[in-house]
């Protein structure tokens, strides 16, 4: 009874869903490649230590070319050339006191107590920052790992060690968000033990450490904290900011929704000191507003309410990068994730709006109307703006003011008003995104790669989509890079080496960004596979390289049309015709597969002795699977050409020709015979091929031994045949024995 009720919205949800998205099925990748495949075909490079698990931090290191890897009881310098190549490892375990007592706290020894790396910053020229949970004892140490290149270094500097607090979490099930400008370093953790007092908190360097307000809802409710970065807001270094993204408990909520999670985004200036009387080394410039991704419905909206990650992609502007966000939902009915994009201006005129307000404990959230003092709480002390030199000079005012309004009354709304792309029902979540912005013969395209918690990446490429800014995802491959189909825990790429650094608790994972020859041998299935990266060459589907001339580079990412670009390419490889044999009253399948995922499958079929093709229908004796055709209750009028062609945005290629002829109980018991008799004749294997030939076409032996190909069934598992079929099947066809009585022969009803 107590799944009634959900069971009875699930029709509801699926309409809402069907309308606002316009498909009731999540996307399909155009190509979708296995960790065997990845591995053998595709460079796929992994590593992992021995006894060692939780890859959590990642660190690409460009000017050293090293990937740096914090894990458990371990830091990992990598090759980001090869990282299975050149490693150096060094262990940094919790010393034995600190396991002990760990594990007389309650804690699991063997799982929790030991120390987890989390975070991983460059210092400075010659050290790394390095944060782990110790055990519940949070540490963090400098590692100098030098700067040659030639001989890679990762030495620990026990004398160095600090204290972690406020810096590292305490529980190993809890991520780290931080970020490290001139030496300080700003991060969102929990600051205790027991994981409920979370802060924004601000430590190393030379100027005082701050913190949020501890214990107050209002400026955070059980945060989960994503990222943190470091935004430039003008010429001027006093008005940076460093913005925080998080997911909390909305404190806004009406009470009869009940604990309702929203994702945010969150604001400090750079150079706050905190105040002078009230809020002594607090914040008192910390804002923060909701971040929505949602999709518009008959019924409501659907909110990817729990941002899971984000990736700042740098512009040419550096105040203006874009940001790109990863959601789930918290719903217990339907299983979805979304990605949606956010520009810096949006959230810039989120924290220069209303701020919200809420009288007492019974009265609803409201826009402000009353008196802002001024400077505008938020506001950084600099020239830009006012003539304040210090957040102490702030009036009492202000710092109430703020210490009272943290929250912002409108959203920030993702650019277009909705997610650039979602999948709902895939059978995965979104975990980490990086992204890469790629130039392309017709413009800059930006490509994400998404982690899931299957140990999946999906690469989806941004494109217009009608009048800019709106554009739309699409998802062009699904590349499985773990074994075990552990999750995704961190993400890095280098656009400059053309990589994929991806974690996971087993392992780490290195892949290129690009596989070009996966998309096929034809200038039509490289232009289809709408891949920025790749281009015709006039002889192959290779890298795209924007200096090389674009003479014989054939590219069409935006819309993925090969009828003008390969309208005079030669280097189609020539469609053979390929012979299949079945026996009337049996079954024959005609095998074809194409390469996309994306392609619809349509078959064509010609009569022996006509001209005409006719389509062959989706019903009766003909079933269409994804590996091909399957023709039940043979008739010797399905004898004849069978064209099959894959349709991909409009654009037909053919793929394979099939000859079909159906055998009559004479000719098919002669062929058994002769296979029979087969590998004891002293004339070779291939001659009993060419006298079976001249049984179906005398005088000739068709395209040779090679062309002939006996029906087979699909790999998918076979419709059950009629039991009295069974028992008289062919050995080599699987095909019955025929029947006394028959129907007309040249007779076709499909």
């Not at 990817?304 to 512009?315: A, E, K, T």
């Not at 990605?339 to 220069?352: E, G, K, P, Q, T």
């Not at 392992?507 to 920025?532: F, K, M, N, T, Y």
């Not at 001339?549 to 090969?562: I, S």
């Amino acid at each position: 009874m107590g799944r009634a009720p959900a069971a009875a919205m699930i029709p509801g949800l699926a309409l809402l869903w069907a309308a606002a998205l316009g498909v009731a099925a999540p996307s399909t990748p155009r190509l979708r490649l296995s960790f065997q495949e990845l591995q053998a075909r595709h460079g796929l490079r992994t590593f992992r230590l021995e006894r060692t698990c939780c890859y959590e931090a990642l660190l690409v290191d460009e000017e050293r070319g090293r990937l740096f890897v914090g894990a458990e009881n371990h830091v990992a310098s990598l090759s980001l050339d090869n990282i299975s190549k050149r490693a150096k490892k060094l262990a940094w375990p919790a010393p034995v006191e600190w396991r002990e007592e760990c594990n007389w706290a309650g804690k699991d020894i063997a799982t929790e107590c030991m120390n987890f790396v989390k975070l991983l910053h460059v210092y400075n020229h010659t050290h790394l920052l390095v944060c782990g949970t110790g055990a519940f004892h949070p540490t963090c140490a400098f590692v100098e790992v030098g700067h040659r290149l030639e001989e890679p270094m990762l030495r620990l500097d026990l004398q160095s060690l600090e204290d972690g607090k406020g810096k590292s979490p305490y529980d190993p099930k809890h991520r780290a968000a931080s970020v490290l400008v001139g030496q300080e370093l700003y991060s969102g953790v929990a600051a205790d033990l027991m994981g409920r007092d979370f802060t924004i908190f601000r430590s190393l360097g030379r100027r005082p450490s701050l913190r949020t307000e501890p214990h107050d809802s209002r400026w955070l409710n059980e945060p989960k904290f994503v990222k943190v970065f470091w935004i430039p807001e003008s010429e001027n270094p006093d008005d940076d900011k460093i913005y925080f993204f998080f997911r909390e408990m909305a404190v806004e909520a009406a009470p009869a929704l009940g604990r309702l999670s929203v994702s945010r985004v969150g604001q400090i200036c750079r150079n706050d000191v905190g105040g002078q009387r009230s809020l002594v080394s607090k914040w008192t410039t910390f804002l923060k507003a909701r971040l929505v991704c949602s999709v518009l419905g008959v019924e409501g909206d659907t909110h990817f309410d729990q941002i899971q990650d984000v990736f700042l992609l740098p512009s040419r502007d550096p105040r203006n990068p874009l940001l790109y966000a990863v959601f789930s939902t918290s719903s217990g009915i339907f299983q979805g994730s979304a990605v949606c994009v956010y520009s810096m201006n949006d959230i810039r005129r989120a924290f220069l709006g209303p701020f919200a307000h809420k009288e007492g404990p019974m009265h609803q959230w409201v826009s402000y109307q009353g008196r802002v003092p001024y400077p505008r709480p938020g506001m950084c002390p600099s020239k830009t703006f006012g003539t304040f030199s210090s957040t102490k000079d702030f009036p009492d005012d202000v710092i109430q003011f703020a210490r009272n309004h943290p929250l912002m009354y409108n959203s920030v709304l993702p650019m277009g008003g909705r997610p650039l792309f979602l999948q709902v029902g895939a059978g995965y979540t979104f975990t980490q995104i990086v992204a890469d912005r790629v130039a392309a013969a017709d413009g800059h395209y930006d490509v994400l790669f998404i982690g899931t918690d299957t140990g999946m990446v999906l690469k989806v490429i941004s494109v217009p989509k009608g009048s800019r800014p709106s554009s739309e995802g699409l998802l062009l491959e699904e590349l499985n890079v773990f074994e075990d189909s552990a999750a995704v825990t961190s993400m890095q790429i280098s656009s400059k080496r053309h990589q994929l650094y991806v974690a996971s608790r087993s392992a780490v994972a290195q892949i290129a960004l690009h596989r070009c020859a996966a998309h096929g041998r034809a200038c039509a299935e490289c232009c289809l596979a709408r891949d920025p990266y790749c281009a015709w060459d006039g002889a192959a589907c290779t890298r795209f390289q924007p200096s090389v001339k674009r003479r014989f580079r054939r590219q069409d990412v935006r819309n993925g049309d090969p009828s003008t670009l390969c309208s005079g390419d030669m280097s189609r490889p020539t469609l053979l015709e390929r012979k299949v044999f079945g026996v009337e009253g049996g079954s024959a399948f005609l095998e074809c597969e194409p390469r996309s995922l994306q392609a619809r499958v349509n078959w064509t079929f010609q009569r022996v002795g006509e001209q005409a093709r006719t389509q062959v229908p989706a019903e009766g004796r003909a079933e269409r699977t994804a590996q091909g055709l399957l023709l039940r209750g043979l008739r010797r009028g399905d004898s004849g050409v069978y064209l099959c062609a894959a349709v991909e945005h409009g654009f037909s290629q053919p793929l394979r020709r099939l000859a079909l002829h159906v055998l009559n109980a004479a000719q098919a018991e002669r062929l058994a015979r002769i296979e029979e008799a087969a590998p004891a004749a002293p004339l070779g294997p291939k001659l009993w091929y060419r006298d079976f030939l001249q049984l179906v076409e005398p005088g000739g032996g068709g395209g040779g031994a090679n062309s002939l190909r006996m029906c087979r069934p699909p790999p998918a598992p076979r419709p059950p045949l009629p039991e009295q079929r069974r028992k008289g099947r062919n050995r080599r066809t699987h095909a019955p024995e025929p029947r006394a009585e028959r129907g007309p022969r040249s007779a076709t009803h499909w």
